[in-house]
């Protein structure tokens, strides 16, 4: 059976997207759900579908004594960064070479970066009369957002677009295309 953690920062409708996904495979499942904050809307969806939920201050985060403890004794396979909002460590980064990947909602290397995340990002298509927009997933390299990309898909920006409108098309593109490539990337 091959291990998936994922790592939310917020509400996690990535990170049910992904749990709903894998629900009955009988060889890849969700075993963790790591967040740093205590009021994301993860540990909610992680409880209700029984799976170990963590969460893990910053010290934590950085100890391969405590979370790198926690994901060999679960015999982690792959880490998705679900908006994960925190740096990951060097230790997790040799650990697991190519084996953590990260979701972006726009084209990279367009919008990406520290502190571009949820709709700043869309806000800075429409500030920047973007044509099409998009999502991109990338492996995790030290730097926000600068990771070798996966896969790129795109959609485009209409008349009357706004940056909610523009948030609705790129999480629909992020709950069908998230869920995929992690299943391709472990078969
Ligand atoms: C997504 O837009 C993802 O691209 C970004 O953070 C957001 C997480 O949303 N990295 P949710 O918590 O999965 O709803």
Redesign the pocket.
């Known amino acids: 059976m091959k291990q998936i953690a994922i790592f939310?920062s917020?509400?996690?409708?990535?990170?049910e997207a992904i749990i709903e996904y894998f629900k009955g495979n009988s060889s890849i499942q969700v075993a963790l759900v790591v967040t740093n904050n205590p009021e994301a809307?993860?540990i909610k969806i992680a409880h209700r579908n029984k799976i170990i939920s963590a969460i893990v201050s910053k010290s934590a985060l950085n100890d391969p004594e405590i979370l790198g403890r926690v994901l060999a004794t679960l015999n982690i396979d792959i880490i998705v960064?679900?908006?994960?909002l925190q740096l990951i460590p060097g230790y997790l980064l040799q650990r697991y070479p190519n084996k953590i990947i990260?979701?972006?909602?726009a084209l990279l290397p367009k919008h990406g970066g520290k502190g571009m995340?949820?709709m700043k990002v869309h806000e800075a298509v429409l500030a920047n009369g973007d044509v099409e927009t998009g999502?991109t997933i990338h492996y995790v390299n030290e730097r926000y957002d600068e990771g070798e990309v996966i896969l790129q898909k795109t959609t485009d920006i209409t008349l009357g677009d706004t940056s909610e409108t523009i948030a609705q098309k790129?999480?629909k593109l992020?709950h069908e295309w998230f869920p995929k490539t992690i299943e391709k990337l472990l078969l």
Do not use: K, M, R
């Not at 917020?10 to 990170?15: H, K, P, R, Y």
């Not at 960064?81 to 994960?84: I, K, Q, R, V």
């Open positions: 939310a917020g509400t996690g409708s990535n990170a809307g993860v960064l679900a908006g994960f990260n979701l972006h909602p995340y949820g999502i790129v999480q992020e």
